[in-house]
């Protein structure tokens, strides 16, 4: 089983710029779809953006023209850069893989305030 670890969360102000990663414990080539959740407490986990292994992507329409997913199934990593953050992106970030038993990682946390 595969498990996943969250980094490169932060507080920047409304505006600003971060990236997360999401570093597997093993190979990622044969998972095929990869996601980025996020959670804010009293709300349900909300799916953000998820990549499929032949690049295809999909973002959650608060994600659109701001967020951009990808993956480097050479070094197990997939990543989230965030453009334009606003403070309701104030969550803790989750990868995972939909639809398999890897486990979810730990979460990051992201803090957009100013």
């Known amino acids: 089983q595969v498990k996943f670890m969250e980094s490169g969360g932060g507080s920047v102000r409304p505006g600003g710029s971060l990236r997360l990663s999401c570093t597997a414990s093993?190979?990622?080539?044969?998972?095929?779809?990869m996601a980025w959740a996020r959670e804010v407490p009293g709300k349900e986990r909300q799916l953000v953006a998820s990549i499929s292994s032949t690049g295809a992507t999909y973002y959650d329409d608060d994600a659109k023209g701001r967020f951009t997913v990808s993956r480097d199934n050479a070094k197990n990593i997939m990543y989230l850069q965030m453009n334009s953050l606003k403070p309701e992106d104030t969550a803790v970030y989750y990868c995972?893989?939909?639809?398999?038993?890897?486990?979810w990682g730990q979460g990051t946390q992201v803090t957009v305030s100013s």
């Open positions: 093993g190979s990622i080539v044969d998972i095929y779809l």
């Open positions: 995972y893989a939909p639809g398999t038993d890897h486990s």
